[in-house]
C-alpha cells in the first residue's frame, strides 16, 4: 500500500531558491559533476528535488558547533 501523503517536490528552480538563492545553474552543475550526494528524483526529462533532502543537505553542510 502506497503512502497517501505525497512528498513535496521542488523543481531546479524552487531547490536553488531553498538552498539560500543559489544560481539554478550551480545546482545543474553540482548534479552533473556528481559534486555533492544530493539525491534527486527524474520523472521524464524533469528533475525535482525532494524537501526533506534538500534539508538534509543544508544540515549535513553546517560547520563549527551547534547548540541544541
Do not use: H
Not at 503512502?3 to 531546479?12: A, G
Not at 550526494?37 to 534539508?55: A, M, Q, S
Amino acid at each position: 500500500m502506497l503512502n497517501s501523503s505525497k512528498p513535496e517536490l521542488l523543481d531546479t528552480d524552487q531547490a536553488a531558491e531553498f538552498l539560500g538563492g543559489i544560481s539554478p545553474v550551480t545546482l545543474i552543475t553540482w548534479r552533473c559533476n556528481k559534486r555533492y550526494d544530493l539525491p534527486y528524483v527524474k520523472i521524464g526529462g524533469r528533475v525535482f528535488y525532494r524537501v526533506e533532502d534538500l534539508r538534509a543537505f543544508v544540515v549535513s553542510r553546517i560547520k563549527g558547533k551547534v547548540e541544541a
